[in-house]
C-alpha cells in the first residue's frame, strides 16, 4: 500500500557514499567543502552547514513519516461498524473506505423484517464503534441484542449511534395513529422502511453515516467527507443514467408482493397498483385474490415484483391467471451475487425490469 512513498523515502534518506563526498577546495575562501550525494552537507571553517534545499528535504521526509505513521495506525486500528441491512454495510464500506470494518447483522437474501438474531451478533455489537440501523421499527425484532450487547455509545443518544432514515422524506406515513401489534410485526408503523430504494434517499443514508464517523473519528472528518461527495457524485451521475433508461415507461403500471417497491416505483416513474399481501406482513385471502386478479385484467397488468425470500407459489399462480410475468428483484445488495454494491442493485433490478416490460409489451401511460 505504501511501497512506492517508502521508496521515495529510502531515496531521500539515504546516506552519501564516500566517492560522493570527496573534498573539494573552495577557489575563492580555500575552505574545503565536502559535498553530500546531492551536495547538501558543507563544511565551512570546521562547521556543518545545512543548505536550505537540504531543510526542505527534511521538512518533507517529515511530512511523510507523519502521514505514513497515521495511515499505518489507522489501519491497524479500524472502526468497527455494524448495520441491520447490507445496503447500510454496502454505504457504509463507501463512506469509510479503508478506515472500517463493517458487519451486518442481516444476510444476504434475508428478509429485512425478519432478521433472525444470532448470539454472535452479540458480540459484534459489543465490539462495534458505530452502529447503524433503518429506523422505522423496521428492526424490532433486534432491539434485545442491542440492549444485551453491553455498548452504551451505540443505544439511541450515543456517539455511535445511527439511525439512516433521519432527514428522508418518507412515504405511505399513517394519517392515524396506529397500533403496532394488529395486523403483523411487518406493519410500516412510521412510513415505508424501504427508502433506500430511491437512490436519492442513498445519499441521506451517506450523510448520516459520514456524521457519525466524524463523531467517534473526527481526526479522519476529511477523509469521510471526501468519501461522501464521491458517492454522493457517483449517485447524480447514475441516476441520470437510470432516468433515462427508465424514461419509456414512465407511469407503467405494476403489482408487487410486499409493500417493498413505493420508493423505488416514485423516483422511477412507476405506479404499484396493489399488492398480493393486503397490508404489510398480512397472508392474502382468497377474497383478495380474487379482487386482485380482476384488478390486473382490467388495468392490463403485465409484471408482478416479487422479493426472492417470499413463496413464490402466490405470485405464479396470478401470473398463470392474468398472463402476467412475474419478476423475482432482490431488494438489497448480495440478494444476487453480481449485486455487491449499492449501485449493483440499481443496475441490475432496472436492467432485468426493462427487459420484462420489453418482452411483455409493457409501454408508459404518458408520453
Known sequence: ???????????????????????????????????????????????????????????????????????????????????????????????????????????????????????????????????????????????????????????????????????????????????????SADAHVFGNPHYWLDPLNGKVIATNIAAGLKRIAPADADGFEQNLKSFCAQVDERLAGWLKLMAPYKDAKVVTYHRSWPNFAHRFGLQVVNCVEPKPGVPPSPTHIAGLIAQMKADDIKVILQEPYFDTKIGKSLSETTGARLLVLPPSVGGEESIRTYFDLFDRNLAKLVDAFKETGVRGATP
Open 1 to 183: 500500500m505504501f511501497g512506492d512513498r517508502w521508496q521515495v523515502f529510502g531515496m531521500a534518506c539515504r546516506t552519501p557514499t564516500t566517492k560522493h563526498r570527496t573534498p573539494a577546495p573552495d577557489k575563492s575562501t580555500g575552505e574545503t567543502r565536502f559535498l553530500g550525494e546531492n551536495g547538501f552537507l558543507n563544511r565551512v571553517g570546521g562547521k556543518c552547514q545545512v543548505s536550505r534545499s537540504n531543510e526542505t528535504m527534511w521538512a518533507t521526509v517529515a511530512v511523510v513519516i507523519l502521514t505514513l505513521s497515521r495511515e499505518s495506525l489507522s489501519a491497524s486500528n479500524p472502526l468497527n461498524v455494524v448495520t441491520t441491512t447490507t445496503d447500510l454495510a454496502a454505504i457504509a464500506e463507501a463512506v469509510g473506505g479503508a478506515r472500517v470494518n463493517v458487519e451486518t447483522l442481516g444476510r444476504a437474501g434475508e428478509d429485512p423484517h425478519n432478521v433472525a438474531a444470532r448470539a454472535s451478533d452479540v458480540v459484534k455489537l459489543n465490539k462495534a464503534d458505530l452502529f447503524v440501523r433503518v429506523g422505522l421499527e423496521l428492526e424490532v425484532r433486534l432491539r434485545a441484542l442491542t440492549d444485551g450487547a453491553r455498548n452504551a455509545k451505540i443505544l439511541l443518544g450515543g456517539p455511535g449511534y445511527v439511525d439512516a432514515s433521519a432527514g428522508v422524506k418518507l412515504l405511505e406515513k399513517p394519517v392515524t395513529r396506529l397500533d403496532r401489534f394488529t395486523g
